[in-house]
C-alpha cells in the first residue's frame, strides 16, 4: 500500500532533492574544518579526490546503469581481474607492458557484455546476474594470480595512477587519475543529456514496454549499459594499480557498495528512469570527504564503513518517499 504524500511535505521533499545533496556537503566540510586543523590544506583536497577518483570513474557508468536497467555488482571484481590480469602476463610471463593494458582495458567490456547478454536474454533481474558473475570473475583473478598480490614496478603500467601535471609545483601538482574521473563524470553527463542514446536510456529504465512500442531497442541498451560499466570498471582497475602499485585479487569488494552509495546519495531513482550523472559527483564527493574527515580524526575503519552503510540507508528511504509523492 502506497501512502501518498501531499500539502506541506511535497515542497519539503522537492527542497530536499534540490538542495539536500550540497547541505549534506557544506555541513560536513563546516564540521571537518573545524574539527581538523589539516582538513583545508591543498594537498588533503588533492587527497580526497585522489581517494574518490576510483569510486568515481565506476559510478559514472554505474548511474546509467541503473537509470537504465539495474546496478552492475561485477564492478569491483573487473578492476581486480583487470590488475590480476596485467599482472599475470607482464609480471609473470613477460609479455609487453601494452599487451598487459590492452588485455585489462578489454575485460571488462567483455564481462558486461556477457552480464547485458544474459540479463536481457533470459529476463533476469541485473542484481542476480551480476552477483553471480562477480563471483566468477573474481575467482578467475585469484586462479591468475595463485591469490598473490604482485607488486607492480613497470613504469608504464603505473602511469595512470601516479603521473601528474605540474608535478614539480610546491603543492604537488594535479594526479591524472582525477582528471580522468573529471572527464568521466563530463562524458557521461553529456551522453546521457544531449545524445539520443541517452534519450534511450531513461526510456528504457522508465517504461520498458513503451519504450519498445516507441521502436526502442531496449535489449541493445541494456547489452551496452553493461558493455560500459566494464569498460570504466577495468579503467579504474588499472588507476587502482598505479596508485597502489601492487596487483591483488581481493581487491575491490566494497566498490560495488560505494558506486551504488554515491549514485543513490545523487538522487538517481533505484527503479530506474532518473538521475543525472552530475549529482552522482555530489554523492561521490560527500564520501570522499567523510572518509577523510574520519581518518583525520582518527576514527576507526569501521565507524566509515558504518557510516557509509547509513548515508546508503537515508538514500534508499529518500527515494522511497519521493516515490510514494510520484505515486
Known amino acids: 500500500m502506497h501512502v501518498r504524500l501531499t500539502g506541506a511535505k511535497d515542497p519539503l521533499l522537492n527542497f530536499l532533492n534540490k538542495f539536500g545533496l550540497v547541505l549534506v556537503l557544506i555541513a560536513l566540510f563546516v564540521y571537518f574544518s573545524f574539527a581538523s586543523p589539516h582538513f583545508l590544506q591543498g594537498r588533503n583536497f588533492i587527497n580526497i579526490l585522489v581517494a574518490t577518483s576510483v569510486i568515481g570513474i565506476i559510478s559514472t557508468a554505474m548511474t546509467i546503469a541503473i537509470i537504465g536497467r539495474g546496478p552492475d555488482l561485477t564492478v569491483g571484481a573487473v578492476a581486480a581481474m583487470a590488475g ?25 567490456p567483455l564481462v558486461g557484455f556477457l552480464n547485458g547478454l544474459i540479463i536481457v536474454k533470459f529476463n533476469l533481474p541485473p542484481f542476480i546476474v551480476t552477483l553471480a558473475m562477480m563471483n566468477v570473475v573474481r575467482g578467475i583473478a585469484f586462479i591468475l594470480t595463485d ?51 541517452g534519450r534511450q536510456i531513461y526510456a528504457s529504465g522508465g517504461n520498458r514496454i513503451a519504450a519498445r ?82 581518518a583525520l580524526l582518527n576514527v576507526q575503519t569501521f565507524w566509515q564503513t558504518a557510516a557509509k552503510g547509513a548515508f546508503l540507508l537515508v538514500a534508499i528511504i529518500l527515494d522511497s518517499l519521493q516515490h510514494r509523492t510520484k505515486n
Open 84 to 108: 590480476s590480469i596485467q599482472a599475470y602476463l607482464v609480471m609473470i610471463n613477460g609479455f609487453p607492458w601494452y599487451v598487459g593494458i590492452a588485455a585489462a582495458v578489454a575485460v571488462g
Open 147 to 197: 591469490g598473490m598480490a604482485y607488486f607492480i614496478n613497470d613504469p608504464h603500467l603505473v602511469f595512470l595512477g601516479r603521473a601528474r601535471l605540474f608535478s614539480d609545483a610546491d603543492w604537488g601538482g594535479i594526479p591524472i587519475v582525477i582528471l580522468v574521473m573529471l572527464f568521466s563524470f563530463v562524458v557521461f553527463e553529456f551522453i546521457t543529456q544531449k545524445t539520443v542514446f
Open 213 to 294: 512500442l516507441a521502436g526502442i531497442n531496449i535489449d541493445k541498451i541494456g547489452i551496452l549499459l553493461f558493455v560500459l560499466s566494464g569498460l570504466m570498471a577495468s579503467i579504474a582497475g588499472i588507476a587502482v594499480v598505479g596508485i597502489g602499485g601492487a596487483a591483488m585479487p581481493s581487491l575491490g569488494e566494497a566498490y560495488p557498495l560505494d558506486a551504488i552509495t554515491a549514485v543513490l546519495l545523487g538522487g538517481t531513482a533505484l527503479a530506474g528512469g532518473s538521475g543525472r550523472v552530475r549529482r552522482t559527483f555530489l554523492g561521490i564527493l560527500i564520501i570522499g570527504i567523510l572518509n577523510n574527515g574520519m
